[in-house]
């Protein structure tokens, strides 16, 4: 089946720094790729989403200039979080949509931890 | 703006037993509904997908059903057994494909052996 990969699955930073965390799908093109974050306990949130070759559209609430989305190709979408604080520690997780298809089908990746200390 | 709750928040059973998982929406004009697991500090995995013209989807002891008119959804698990202990999510596609899924904040099972 089609595979989505996140890259690193976690990470830890130091506060006011800034981390990228990719988001590649492996063996489909995709021209949107959606970004959640989920806290401990809590349902995901979905953050942004992300179409090929345009800016991204965030969720009300969702600052994009500290959430920084890239959808530079069809297979890749990065999210910087820029000058990290603790309370961005977070579980970060992205999905895909096939270019070609229906657009029923939506994988998700597995996921990065992202712990600013 | 369409919201998707879970009940119950948590739910505990012995191995064995049936169980219900509850998802309601407010909005009706979905595009699909999936049930996902998602074990601790894990990635989600995709159990049944339910188009809004379908009723229900079964995969194994797994039966998922949707009454789109009232905004809601159960997943049934058969035969409980202490590998589905996991924390069930509930989302649904809103009204057209390519957009993203909402989800519920989940019910946590645990199934005791």
């Known amino acids: 089946g089609a595979v989505v990969s996140q890259h690193p699955s976690w990470v830890i930073c130091k506060s006011g720094t800034s981390v990228k965390i990719e988001c590649r799908s492996l063996d489909f093109q995709a021209t949107t790729m959606f970004w959640y974050r989920q806290f401990p306990k809590q349902s995901l949130m979905l953050m942004a989403t992300?179409?090929?070759?345009?800016?991204?559209?965030?969720e009300q609430g969702v600052e994009k200039d500290k959430f920084l989305i890239n959808h530079a190709s069809l297979t890749l979408s990065t999210l910087t979080v820029t000058s990290a604080h603790p309370e961005d520690s977070s579980f970060y997780i992205c999905?895909?949509?096939?270019?070609?298809?229906?657009?029923?089908?939506?994988?998700f990746g597995e996921g990065s931890w992202l712990t600013v200390v | 703006k369409q919201e998707v709750t879970q009940i119950p928040a948590a739910l505990s059973v012995p191995e064995g037993e049936n169980l219900v998982l509850n998802c309601s929406f407010t909005d009706s004009a979905i595009y699909n509904l999936q049930w996902f697991r998602q074990d601790p500090g894990k990635g989600l995995t995709s159990l049944l997908l339910?188009?809004?013209?379908?009723r229900e989807q079964t995969s194994g002891r797994l039966n998922a059903s949707l009454d789109k008119s009232s905004g809601r959804s159960t997943l049934y698990i058969a035969a409980s057994q202490p590998g589905d202990s996991a924390t069930y999510l509930c989302?649904?596609?809103?009204?057209?494909?390519?957009?993203?899924?909402?989800f519920g904040k989940g019910t946590t099972l645990s199934v005791s052996s």
């Open positions: 992300s179409n090929e070759g345009s800016k991204a559209t965030y």
């Open positions: 339910i188009q809004s013209s379908q």
């Open positions: 999905s895909a949509i096939p270019r070609t298809g229906a657009g029923n089908t939506i994988y």
């Open positions: 989302a649904v596609r809103l009204g057209q494909a390519g957009t993203a899924l909402i």
